[in-house]
């Protein structure tokens, strides 16, 4: 199984940050990752797949680049209601595998 | 808008067989073109893909499961359904079903999650 690593495990930031989230891979998996962000007590919610397409909806303050092994998920400005717990996810084989998540709490 | 929605017993006793079902509503799971999927998530943890179901009944399964995990299907009920046998106090866990498209392999609707809890 591929093993998808991210970093960091947990950070602070303050409202109007730029942070960045970043994705390794055991292994390349071309562009076929997938961000969610999760909410306590909520299910996740997909943001970003194919490394960079936005899902309908989300905020333009989130973008994703990266393809083969390192990605990176960038949050332009926070929002209060950004902090929360991302996860990325790789789609290029299965068993399909998720990182670890980074939990972004308010600094 | 699709909407999955998950249901069963929240408290399984050890060696026994964990069962959840998941209702589609707002589409049709035998429009085809979707794997429909269970993930689960530790308390506190990450997320762990269990399997998928197409509507024609194919499976595939997390080989870290397969020995224990059957996932069926309902067409003519909407439905899906997961039996995880020989549970542990590890089986512990939120189950998700979620909506896999079949070119793209992510998830893009969720069920909200139920918590099924493995204690004697």
């Known amino acids: 199984a591929i093993r998808m690593t991210q970093s960091p495990s947990s950070f602070s930031a303050s409202t109007g940050d730029r942070v960045t989230i970043t994705c390794r891979a055991s292994q390349g998996i071309s562009s076929y990752l997938a961000w969610y962000q999760q909410k306590p007590g909520k299910a996740p919610k997909l943001l970003i797949y194919a490394a960079s397409t936005l899902q309908s909806g989300v905020p333009s303050r989130f973008s994703g680049s990266g393809s083969g092994t390192d990605f990176t998920l960038t949050i332009s400005c926070l929002q209060s209601e950004d902090f929360a717990t991302y996860y990325c996810q790789q789609y290029y084989s299965y068993p399909i595998t998720f990182g670890q998540g980074t939990r972004l709490e308010i600094k | 808008q699709v909407q999955l929605q998950e249901s069963g017993p929240g408290l399984v006793k050890p060696s026994q067989t964990l069962s959840l079902t998941c209702t589609v509503s707002?589409?049709?799971?035998?429009?085809?073109?979707?794997?429909w999927s269970w993930i689960r998530q530790h308390p506190g943890k990450g997320l762990e893909w269990i399997g998928y179901?197409?509507?024609?009944?194919?499976?595939y399964y997390n080989p870290s499961l397969k020995s224990r995990v059957t996932i069926s299907v309902d067409t003519s009920k909407n439905q899906f359904s997961l039996k995880l046998s020989s549970v542990t106090a590890a089986d512990t866990a939120v189950y998700y079903c979620a909506r896999e498209a079949k070119a793209t392999n992510y998830f893009d609707y969720w069920g909200q999650g139920t918590l099924v809890t493995v204690s004697s």
């Open positions: 179901i197409y509507y024609s009944g194919s499976t």
């Open positions: 707002g589409g049709s799971i035998s429009s085809g073109g979707y794997y």
